[in-house]
C-alpha cells in the first residue's frame, strides 16, 4: 500500500475507533450534536414538534462490533454503524422489581434531562407478554404488575417523556394466546384492567404522553384495534403506537393511523348514524385490498364519507426503525438456488416479523412529521438486537433442507430445528445483540445513513 494511502486509511481507522470509544462511554448525543435540531420549547406533556428527541446510551455489543470493524480496515461499516447509535431511540424497561425500574428509568430521565431531550421509554413487562413465546417474562399478577408500573410511573417524575406501554398487549390478547389454561393463565379481563391501570399512574405525571398498542396495517382491521383501544383506555392517554417491532410501509402506516382515529372518533360520537357499531368502519381490508395499496384511498374515500360532523382526536407515533425497504416476502427463496416449495415460502412469510433479511432502517426518528395526528416517527425497537431464535422449533422459520442446504449446515432433525437457514446461523436470543442483521439494518438504511 502507498505510504499516503496508508495514512489515510490510518486515520479513518482512527477516526472509526475514536467514535467507536465515544460510544463505550455512552457520548452518543455528542456524536449525533453536528445533526440534532436544537432544543426547542416541548408540550407540557411529551414532545412537540421539534423537540429534541433522547439517544440513549448505546446497545450492548454495538461498539465491540463497530471497533472490529475498524481494526479489520472496514471503516465505511464501522461507520455505519456508529451513525445509527448516534441516532435517537427508546429505552427498554422489561423487568426487575419495583424499585429497580424506578430507579432505572429516573437515571434514563436524567440522561435525557441532561441531553435537554424527551426520551422515549418502553414499558414491557405485562403478565403473559408475547403469548410466552419468544419474549415471554413479565409480571406474575396484577398485582405485581400495578406495583412495577407504579414505579415506573415515579420515575418519571415530571420530566416530559413519551411513553411506549405494552408492545403487543393489545395484538396478543391472551384470548389471541390460546388462553387461559393451565399453562397460560391470563384473561383478557385482566389484560384490560393492567393496560387501564398503567394509563391512569401514568397520565398521572404531568409531562408524560402515554402510547397503547395498535398493531401495524397488515394485522387488526380498524374496527377491532379501535375496540381494543377504547377497552384500553385510549381515551385518557395520547394515543397509540403502530408497526413496532415490524416492516410495514410508512405510507400504509400513516393511513391505517389515520383511519383506526377517525374509527374511533366515529364510534364515540353519539351524533353519528355508526355510533358504537366499530364493525361498521372501513379497513384497510374493505373497501380496500390490503396487499394493493393502490385501492387504499377507497378507504379513506369512505371515512371521508361517514365521518359527518365527528372529529378525530386520537393521536398516534409509527416505529420506523426498521420498515425502510418494507416487509420481506419471501418469494426470493422461492427461486433458484433456494428452490423451496410453496408450503415453506407461505410459512416464512406468517413469520416475516421474524429477524427477516433484506431490511433496511426508516425514517429518522423525528416530530415534525406533517401529518395531523402523527406526533412522531420513532425508532422504537432497537436496531441491531435480535426478535428471538427464528428456527423451526419455535414454528418461526421452516425449510426444505433437501431443495437447498450449504457445507456446515447442520444435517440432523434436532439441530435443523433451532437453526436459520435465512442467515446460516442459530438466531442470538431475543434482545441480544445480531451483528449481522445489525451491519444488514445499516447498510440498507432508507433514507440512507
Known sequence: MRPVLAGRVARRVSF????????????????SAATASPAHSVSARGAAPGSRLFVPPPSSGAPQQILSLAKGHDVKDALLLAEMEAI???????????AQVQQQVRQTMAQAAFERAVPTLVAYDIPGRDCAQFSAGGALNLADYEAWISAFAAGIGHGRAVVILEPDALGLLPSNCGGPNPTYPFTDTDRYAEIQYAVTALEARP?????????????????????????AGVQRAQGFFVNLSNFQPTPELVDYGTWVSDCIAIVTDPSNPLFNNPAACPSQYFPATQSDFSTWGLTTAKFAQIMGSSVATTHFVIDTSRNGNGPNN??????????????????LASANWCNPPGAGLGVRPTTRTNVPLLDAYLWVKTPGQSDGSCDAA?????????????????TDAA???????????????????????????????????
Open 207 to 231: 409531562g408524560a404522553a402515554v402510547y397503547l398498542d395498535g398493531t401495524h396495517s397488515a394485522w387488526l382491521n380498524t374496527g377491532d384495534m379501535s375496540t381494543r383501544l377504547l377497552t
Open 330 to 347: 419471501m418469494q426470493a427463496f422461492a427461486q433458484p438456488p433456494f428452490n423451496q416449495p410453496a408450503s415453506v415460502i407461505s410459512a
Open 415 to 449: 439441530s435443523q430445528a433451532l437453526f436459520d437457514p435465512l442467515w446460516g446461523i442459530d438466531d442470538p436470543a431475543a434482545g441480544s445483540w445480531f451483528p449481522q442483521q445489525a451491519l444488514q439494518l445499516a447498510q440498507d438504511a432508507s433514507p440512507r445513513l
Open 394 to 410: 419455535g414454528n418461526a422459520r421452516a425449510w426444505d433442507y433437501t431443495a437447498y442446504t450449504q457445507p456446515g449446515w447442520p
Open 16 to 31: 472509526a475507533a475514536a467514535l467507536s470509544a465515544a460510544l463505550i462511554t455512552g457520548s452518543a448525543a455528542a456524536a
Open 88 to 98: 435517537p431511540r427508546a429505552v427498554w424497561f422489561t423487568s426487575g422489581t419495583p
